[in-house]
């Protein structure tokens, strides 16, 4: 089968998409990954076939810091952000994604990133929606979407996650209106819902079942598939000073913000250097999108890099201090260290909330809220701490044992092959 996998946003919204690509190439498929321009060459890296979707992602983030959306994290300002960059955002996302699912057999692509729905309904072939966190309203558990991990009780959860997903849905379905016009569909339905939701559609939950099971109210189409975890490129290897760092002490901490980006990089870079100095732990500094750290003379004690693929450093580290994304919570988990996590925003509180509530993590500490004595008491916890350390380990075991992007790649072929057209005789 040819296969499009279309994806949006930052690196942590990529890799579990190249893996899922691995897993359908090594199979004898032919994948295309298409994708903001930031991250064509880690997708070249593996292979993998690459298109570009709108704009480049970063500089929308460097300017939410600006904007102090990202670096406060307070929902109204990043909204306010949003709506300001609104064009540069959805600039050629419609054109470029009609283009990369040319001559495809099946579409897969990150919900609810509607666009990418409707070019395969105008295509008539099957498309297979993937969550890379809860979107569906639940009574289980809090909204994943507001940027906060209050438990309400049964019947707020509900009404809160219904609140910001019509919201989402409409803004969504406004931004395809246009196109579903150009292709002559008729626009999608005023509520929340793909209209093949109905059908058996499968939707990909790509996260473990044993951090978040599917709630009991959930349609029976959501597919908790575990995490689709990417490795190394085949021709990456860590650095000799890196390699000489790990070897000159005990198990250091990793500490990153990945693509959330911070208002004051120095104050930041302070806070961490401070907390370190409290605790007396070495650590691996992954600079990120803010680059802190970067190209100032650093303690000994501690290695700066851009970026080290999380699958190969978070099982040599003690703990792992991050803002908890989904990509880089599972990453965390699946190493069986304990994570300090610093939400910033959206479904960051969440992941946090729920690894600590798994006993893999002392308390989150919001990154607004961050201060050296905050940090340098988490860490020690999550270093120190034998319950954490154990808990850590275990579910790291369970995760280590799934194989998310081989259920999916599963999932994906069995719901689109009957949709293909027979062979000719």
Partial sequence: MRITVLTLHAR???????????????????????????????????????APLGNPYQPFIAGAAKASATGSGHPVSKLRYGLRQRSYVTEGLHDDAWKAAQGADAVVFKYPWITAYTVAEKLAVPCVPVMLLPLTPTRAFPSFMTGRAINRGPLLNQL?????????WQGLRWDDKKLRRQ?????????????????????????????????????????????????PPPTWQPSTELARFLQAGPPPVSIGFGSMVSRDRAATLKI?????????????LLSGWSEIGAGIDLPKTVFSAPSIPHSWLFPRMAAVVHH?????????????IPSVICPHLADQPSWA????????????IPFRDLTAPRLAQALH??????????????????????????????????????FQPASPQ
Wanted: glycine share 12%; charged share 20%.
């Fill in 12 to 50: 942590g919204d990529t890799e579990p998409f190249i893996a899922l690509a691995l897993r359908l190439k090594s199979q004898g498929h032919s994948v295309r990954l298409a994708a903001r321009p930031d991250v064509k060459d880690l997708v070249q890296d593996y292979g993998i076939g690459f």
């Fill in 183 to 231: 292709l002559g569909l008729p626009l999608l339905p005023f509520r929340g819902a793909l209209p093949e939701e109905r059908h058996g559609m499968p939707i990909l939950c790509a996260w473990s079942p044993a951090v978040l099971p599917p709630p009991g109210d959930w349609p029976a189409n959501r597919n908790v598939t575990g995490y689709w975890f990417l490795d």
């Fill in 381 to 418: 916890n999550a270093t120190t701490n034998p319950f954490i350390r154990q808990r850590a380990a275990a579910l790291g075991s369970k995760i280590r044992a799934e194989d998310g992007a081989g259920r999916a790649a599963e999932a994906i072929l069995h719901y689109a092959r009957p």
């Fill in 272 to 284: 961490i250097l401070d907390a370190l100095k409290l605790t007396g732990l070495r650590a691996v």
């Fill in 324 to 336: 908890g994304g989904a990509g880089t919570t599972g990453a965390g988990l699946r190493a069986g």
């Fill in 353 to 364: 909330r729920v690894v600590h509530n798994l006993g893999a993590g002392p308390h989150p």
């Fill in 160 to 168: 809160v996650w219904h609140l910001p997903w019509e919201a989402v």
